[in-house]
């Protein structure tokens, strides 16, 4: 799985704009335009607009990260991954040490064989290296994560224990509590049973009061009556006086039974007294196990953190050593880029010095033939035999001397012979010429022109970025014409790839100085929104303002 973080050199960390800019950075260094022989560069290019697609999205990014930490956890040991990188390290370094020998036996110094090997070797070390980092990283993260279990799995298994003894007791409590609310409702019964209870005797000693009266106006009555009244008065008297043993037999029952319920009130009281210290037990000793429990969780806290502390010191050491990795490689890559470079025009000028000298030797040989009088090599093409031959004529016809006429009619016998295909077969023959040789020889003038191509690509290729970094530093030194130049040129696209935001940045720098056309261009940005955020009210400012300045585009925009 590839790393895009490791293709655009930043940290799995990195922002938006850190992203942004190792992307501008190394897609500018690896742009099939910049390198047109390097296919690495060609993949390296691809693999950087790859990585910006995937981490510039955050959505995307999520899914990476997820599917990286995943194929990033440990599988194989440290001393496998050791083992196998340092076979492809050596393999590698064969391999580039072999290319680098062959390439100095075509032609090449002892001295750059040696640098060649240098930099296979320097190459294979920081493989190797790299692979050992990763593992130590995979290695500091299995011990991490086994050390961490076996802290933590006791101390997980206590805390079970004591979670399954506190549901336990709240389950107790929660029945004391339901016992409690029973015990409540039931005092409330006998509380309304015994005020009913009261209100009964307060009207039986009501009656018994009124009976009182009742007997004492009936004794008054019998001292004033004397006979037959006086009996009435003693039966109603016995009668009051039975109802009054019922009353009091009655009285003394509601009081048994008010003793009763007394005595079950403070039954009730005492199970509740019981009930609440019952209650604070257990909020005094949920109070101790909650205060255990947290200094216990505080304790694996610390010790989580320490040991994520180190992990994360480890992993900061990691990413400093790949970084300065890195940027070894990328200067490696740099120079092995430029050294190619070089040597490729080095190389070139060289055979262009050796092709002059087979030119000449050529054409030497083509003099005192056929070939000679028409001006052209023997390995001549029939077109470049037709085109010498027009323009000799052209030249020679019309014009009188003798020297004229006689040349005319050797170049007019020349091509009589050479303009037929099989007069000129016999004629080479005749020179011991062979067709096959011919055929050599031109696919050879093919090669080198092919060759001269792409010298003369790269040769231009090399004073463009030798220009344009200079223009750059003008730029960055403040020159406000080279400032609105490069803006340009990032703004239309001129000889690089469009980058909106670098061509604003340009324009203001300039426009800071009052450079009218960069103003003029800077207010077509804001007007179309690019390289930043649309605001036509500014950029009618700004073009107005170059307009007044003397700049012609902007004073044309403003008559329309």
């Not at 990014?61 to 440290?78: C, F, G, I, T, V």
């Not at 296979?120 to 493989?127: E, G, K, L, S």
């Not at 909020?283 to 953190?305: G, M, P, T, V, Y």
């Not at 992993?315 to 120079?335: C, G, I, Y």
């Amino acid at each position: 799985m590839k790393n895009y973080y490791q293709i655009l050199g930043i940290k799995p960390t990195a922002t938006d704009a850190e992203i942004k800019s190792s992307y501008r950075v190394l897609a500018k260094k690896y742009h099939p335009d910049v390198n047109p022989d390097d296919a690495s560069a060609a993949s390296k290019f691809a693999d950087i607009n790859e990585a910006n697609a995937v981490l510039s999205d955050p959505t995307s990014r999520a899914e990476y990260d997820a599917k990286l930490r995943e194929a990033n956890a440990p599988h194989p040991s440290q001393e496998e991954i050791i083992a196998r990188q340092r076979a492809q390290a050596q393999e590698a370094a064969r391999q580039a040490a072999y290319r680098n020998m062959t390439m100095n036996g075509m032609g090449g110094s002892r001295r750059d064989a040696t640098m060649a090997r240098a930099r296979a070797q320097a190459q294979a070390q920081a493989n190797m290296a790299q692979a050992q980092i990763q593992a130590l990283v995979n290695q500091a993260y299995q011990q991490g994560v086994a050390e961490t279990r076996a802290v933590l799995d006791p101390e997980i298994q206590k805390l079970k224990a004591a979670l399954a003894a506190a549901v336990a007791e709240n389950k107790k409590l929660k029945a004391l509590q339901d016992s409690e609310a029973e015990l409540k409702r039931k005092l409330v019964e006998s509380e309304n049973d015994r005020r009913d209870l009261e209100q009964e005797l307060f009207e039986r000693d009501r009656e018994i009061t009124l009976g009182n009266t009742r007997i004492k106006e009936l004794e008054d009555a019998l001292a004033e009556q004397h006979g037959g009244a006086a009996k009435r008065a003693r039966a109603e008297s016995s009668e009051l006086k039975a109802e009054l043993d019922k009353a009091t037999k009655t009285i003394r029952e509601l009081e048994k039974e008010k003793a009763a319920i007394q005595a079950e009130k403070d039954k009730i009281e005492q199970e509740k007294q019981e009930l609440s210290e019952t209650r604070d037990k257990l909020e005094r000793d949920n109070k101790q196990f909650d205060l255990k429990n947290s200094a216990q969780i505080r304790l694996q806290q610390d010790k989580r953190r320490q040991l994520q502390d180190e992990i994360d010191a480890l992993n900061k050491k990691v990413e400093e050593l790949t970084s300065e990795l890195e940027t070894v490689r990328a200067e490696n890559e740099q120079w092995l880029q430029y050294a190619k470079s070089e040597e490729f025009l080095s190389d070139t000028e060289k055979r262009i010095e050796s092709w002059n000298k087979k030119t000449n030797s050529d054409k030497r040989l083509a003099k005192p033939t056929l070939y000679g009088d028409l001006g052209v090599l023997i390995w001549a093409t029939d077109e470049e035999i037709q085109d010498a031959y027009a323009k000799l004529h052209k030249r020679y016809s019309g014009k009188t001397g003798d020297a004229i006429v006689a040349k005319l009619q050797k170049v007019e016998a020349a091509f009589e012979i050479l303009g037929d295909s099989e007069k000129r077969r016999e004629y080479n023959a005749s020179i011991n010429i062979t067709e096959e040789r011919i055929e050599a020889e031109r696919k050879l003038i093919a090669e080198n022109e092919k060759i001269m191509d792409e010298y003369r690509s790269q040769l231009a290729n090399k004073e463009f970025w030798m220009k344009f970094d200079e223009l750059t530093a003008a730029a960055m030194e403040g020159d406000a014409t080279s400032q609105y130049t490069l803006g340009t040129m990032y703004y239309s696209g001129e000889d690089i790839d469009i980058d909106y935001e670098q061509a604003v940045f340009w324009f203001k720098e300039a426009a800071k100085q009052k450079h009218a056309d960069a103003m003029y261009y800077l207010g077509l940005c804001y007007v179309n929104g690019y390289g930043t955020e649309k605001n036509e009210t500014t950029g009618q400012g700004f073009i107005r303002q170059a307009a007044k300045l003397g700049s012609k585009p902007a004073q044309k925009a403003v008559k329309k």
